[in-house]
Nanobody, 126 residues
Framework: QLQLVESGGNLVQPGGSLRLSCAASGFTLDYYAIGWFRQAPGKEREGVSCINNSGGNTYYADSVKGRFTISRDNAKNTVYLQMNNLQPEDTAVYYC???????????????????WGQGTQVTVSS
């Protein structure tokens, strides 16, 4: 069974940093593009960043460009999201998911993804 597990969420002050991890079990991430999404209370789930299977193609939402960095370590079967200069508007539950299909360039449409993790809470507050 394909499963992704997110970790690394926490309470952090504005301007702080966190690194989220997305670990896979039951399958290898080597073939899949992985996306990070977030959902704040009362809002729709939105795409944050994605990375293709090799790591050579990445994409960021405008709201996080220059602050967030996505990366992957296929040997560890894990994808990371480094988040710097966090702001209150980044508060949300963060999810990772595997894009449908093999060896694809990544896109940030949630409808292209399955095998969602359970999410990890990120709260930015002073």
């Amino acid at each position: 069974q394909l499963q992704l597990v997110e970790s690394g969420g926490n309470l952090v002050q504005p301007g702080g940093s966190l690194r989220l991890s997305c670990a896979a079990s039951g399958f290898t991430l080597d073939y899949y593009a992985i996306g990070w999404f977030r959902q704040a209370p009362g809002k729709e789930r939105e795409g944050v960043s994605c990375i293709n299977n090799s790591g050579g193609n990445t994409y960021y939402a405008d709201s996080v460009k220059g602050r967030f960095t996505i990366s992957r370590d296929n040997a560890k079967n894990t994808v990371y999201l480094q988040m710097n200069n966090l702001q209150p508007e980044d508060t949300a539950v963060y999810y990772c998911a595997a894009q449908v299909g093999l060896f694809r360039l990544c896109v940030l449409s949630r409808y292209e993804y399955n095998a969602w993790g359970q999410g990890t809470q990120v709260t930015v507050s002073s």
